[in-house]
């Protein structure tokens, strides 16, 4: 007897499509499914520790309002550099208990933290979707123009050929 087939499932990738072509700009394309990834909202608690600074956004969206709320006492010190001892040096933006501190954070950059003593503080991660949109249609702009540039730039080239008389 025959076993039934089942049903294909869809082809759903963590890894979009991308072009080898660096004259190409790329764009990140917008998600199939509703309220999956870079568009759902992100809230927790991270729990500092004594030691060296810590990441506490690694910068995995295009754009996102990232809030933090010291819940204790402190002293914390949040930066984009991980070079943020001593504490109260100066070198990041110390944070203060119940006051939410915003930070407007592009793709790849990260939050660092650093503390000299346990502290618990609320992150809030807003995605921007709208500025998502229109920085992929700025780079596809962009890249269109690179590749114009680029085609008039070879056929150029071959026109003039060394040795060739103009």
Known sequence: ?????????PQHSKIP??????SQAQAQQPTDTVGSGDSRLGL????????????????????ARITLTLLTAGPVSVGQLNDLLPVTSGKGQVLQT???TTFEVAKSNQLFVACTSLNAINVSIQPYPWLE????????????????VARAASAMV?????????
Request: aromatic residues 8%.
């Open 44 to 63: 927790s608690t991270f729990f500092t520790k004594v030691g060296p600074t810590q990441v506490i956004y690694n910068g995995d969206r295009m754009w």
């Open 1 to 9: 007897m025959r076993q039934p087939t089942p049903p294909p499932r």
């Open 98 to 100: 119940n006051v939410p």
């Open 17 to 22: 499509a991308f072009s080898l072509n660096r």
């Open 158 to 166: 071959n026109v003039v050929r060394p040795g060739s008389k103009i």
């Open 133 to 148: 949109t229109i920085t992929g249609i700025l780079t596809t702009m962009a890249g269109g123009a690179a590749g114009a």
